[in-house]
């Protein structure tokens, strides 16, 4: 275990090496990109841009360049954002992410509960209409594009039904944090959530519903049978059980996505100040600071979330020890 | 015990491990001794068999002499030249005189890939005729394996078990090898087509001048189609014998018990016969017990068996053994095998 | 013996199952019948396509194939397991009618321990506490043979090898005391060595625990040693059923002949060529008309057109065989084809 642990953290030391010299080297070695036009304001003068590449380190060589950002960014952790001098960048994330996590944990929370009843409900169901048809809707869910779906909902629960019943309670596009107004914080995200989940229930609901078909086949499920357990218990003990370990490392991978500010639309279609709305923002303005920090703080989370399935597939799998 | 030609394939103290690696930088921590030690040779036209149980090493043997594997050290000659050390582009030629059989009919065959093509899959490898002419032999194998030339544009899975055993045999031949190295070749199939099979692979080891080392668990199997049997055991060579006489004078007594073990389909004799049955089950190659491999489970054991290994040794008219408590042995034989020097690679490799 | 016999513990009475399949019709069993005795040990033999599975798998109801069609009944204890209400079919599986599988290493859940899944089998059907059914369990593991009991209970089974695997599944068998083990090739994946293990075992469980075994094989040779009666299965049909001894020295059909011609046999001397049947097994769709086993009999006659019922013909008292050949010609057939001078392959 200890050795995995160290394999992991040297691991995300590469990673997180190799992930921030390719943006540097994409953001700011690409010839044609210089931030200096848009730092400096408006029409400025020759003396004031050299001042602004001075103050912004901007005429020093790349690798200096690059050393000057990492210390920024994770020691004196005082790097501040192009596009508004007043923005100091790490703050930003640290003030962005709850609210990706909240967005992203709910939605899958949900996304898991739906997507295990769906899936089993369809195996039960084998053979009737009812198989089919569940399928069909998981497949509708995986094919909304989550913006086109949000926008869709936006227009009904905002606008055009919003005066019904209904959506009455639906809050203007916004978030409210958890720790001043749960009941605020869950209106404004309920929506959301259910409309990331969408995708995943589909695909979820799918890929449970063909594990199980194949682990029916499965010589342990004969005997299990043959012992003379009950159908519900074959069903939860043994076939739900082994299914779950290609859900859980396939959910550890999107999640880890998700939570690294891969919610980016769904952020930006429902308003919700997360890592993945700074993301946007930040590449609409080339705003090179921020980029590099969202882009850490993505492949971080998704290496840590890599290292936490393969010791949960460890777990349910006692034959895989994790290296 | 016919005399057969030269040696056409020499295993000499061949071992092939396998690593096992652990730890931050995959250092080797131990490794599968699949195997450790071996030498023997096989003339041409000979069939040798190779008998053992699952994990004993024989699968790898085979696939190491066809260089399917490499060998980690020893030597494998064909025809009087080392091939273990070859690299592949030299042992590509080599490859249309040795080839494999294997044991799964339903996994050895491409799925994708028409009949017809696989057959002909080693011609076009090796630039051996144009289309036509693969073609027409293609058609020529399979009837010889008895299967109609018709199907040459079926696939694998429109075909039995048995069929795709001959399939698989015709794509072995389609480059008229010199050695065949048969890995369990009948050992999926029913019993009815077994027969079918081993006798079709004794035509045809006539009818295109082959020799085989024939590598199976089921002993019945082996002796029918070998000459000569080696009895493997944890990656060493224990017993090489002349067909027969492995069967009424077996000497080392993993050989007996492997025999006492094999039903015989007769209730009378199955009730009569002694039955030795084995405790425990067959060791890890990667630990191998010290000494002789065979003394945990060996009824006879003494000390000297956990301590020496014993060495294998040449019992007369081409029997060797290696135990220090050889079966059906006299006190006279044995203390004059004893005193001659025992079996270097000379004696054993020397063909019966 | 003047007591009338006690009733079969079980009693086939010709059972059909067919599938509907999109080539058609698959006969897979097409009109089987025997009995089996408290305590006896019933061996059934064919190749693969014989049916002998399928047969046995129904009389424990665990085909599930919406496409399979069952007819006939299956008594145990008198009562048709047809006919029985779901619930209770689940309390004789695994409590009184046990089965046993070919593959050990795929036949055990692999994210359970050992104790775990024998102690399930044994809480499904008896009422006692989790701890009971573990000192059960590894009484039990005990029984067939694995050392350290206790310790290797919590082991998961891959850390098992093939041998002690299908011990464990022997021992999760019989955890409930049941009155038939069914064995469907047990030891066909198994060494020689191991196998012979297993089959010792199996003659001594079946003993201490009471119970009748069905060893369902492909190999003639592993019920020579143990079964008292033996049927041969060939494409869904029974062809000869007897004695042990009856099949072995007074074999009565052409099949039983082949069969036993094609062994490799140790304690004979080596033949020169083995005999083999000739052809293939013949499909299940469209059988044969007539004896089914008629395209691959060299002995085949006019009157075999017409199938033969599975009757006592000349073999002796429960001696039963589905052969038109009278009994003389038999005798003189047998012994040619089996000593290999027949025609074959």
Redesign the interface.
Known sequence: MA?FI??RLIGLVVVLFAITVLTFLIFFATPGVDPTRSLAGRNPTPETVAAVRHQFGLDRSKPEQYVLMMKRLFISRDLVSYGNQALKVVPAITAAAPVTFSLVIGAAVIWILLSILTGVLAVVLK?SIWDPLLMIVALIGISMPVFWLGEVANLVTQDRLHDTFLFSWVPPLGYTPLTENPWQWFLHLIIPWLTLAALYVGFYARVLRANLLDVAN???V?????????ERRILT??ML??SM?TFVSLFGLDFAVLVGGGALLTEVVFGLPGVGLLTYRSLQSLDLPVIMATVIYGAFFITIANAVVDILYAR????IRPT | MSAFGEPLVEVEDLVTHFPIRE??LGRQVAAVHAVDGVTFSVGEGETLGLVGESGCGKSTLGRTIVRLLAPTSGDVRFQGRSIARLRARELRPLRREMQMVFQDPYASLNPRKRIGSIIAAPMKIHGVADARERRRRVQELLDVVGLSPEHYNRYPHEFSGGQRQRIGVARALALRPKLVVADEPVSALDVSIQSQMLNLLEDLQEEFQLTYIFIAHDLGVVRHVSDRIAVIYLGKLVELSPAAELYERPIMPYTEALLSAVPIPDPDLSDQRERIVLQGDVPSPIDPPSGCRFHPRCRYRTDVCSAVEPPLVDYGGGHLAACHHPLGVDDETLARVRRAAPVTDAASRASP | MTAAPPPPLLEVRDLKVSFNTEDGVVRAVDGVSFTLGQGEVLGIVGESGSGKSVTMMSV?R?I?D?NAVFEGEVLYKGRNVMDLPEDRM??????EI??I?Q?PM??????YRVADQIM??IL??QAIGKAAARTRAVDLLRQVGISQPERRADD?P?QFSGGMRQRA?IA?ALANDPDILIADEPTTALDVTIQAQILDLIARLKDEFSSAVVLITHDLGVVAGIADRIGVMYAGRLVEFGGKRDLFYDPQHPYTWGLLGSIPRLDRPKQDRLHSIAGMPPSLIDPPAGCRFRPRCPHAFDRCETEPALEVRGGGARHLDRCWLDPESKRALRDRTMRGESAAA
């Open positions: 050795l160290v394999r053979g499965e010589d342990f004969r005997t299990a049978r043959a012992k003379g357990l009950s003990r043994h059980r082994t370990i349910l799998d006692p034959r | 730890g931050l | 424990l665990l599930n919406p689940r309390e004789v599986r695994g409590g046990a089965m599988f593959d795929t036949s055990l859940n692999p994210v399930e089998a499904t059907h998961f891959h599944m999760m």
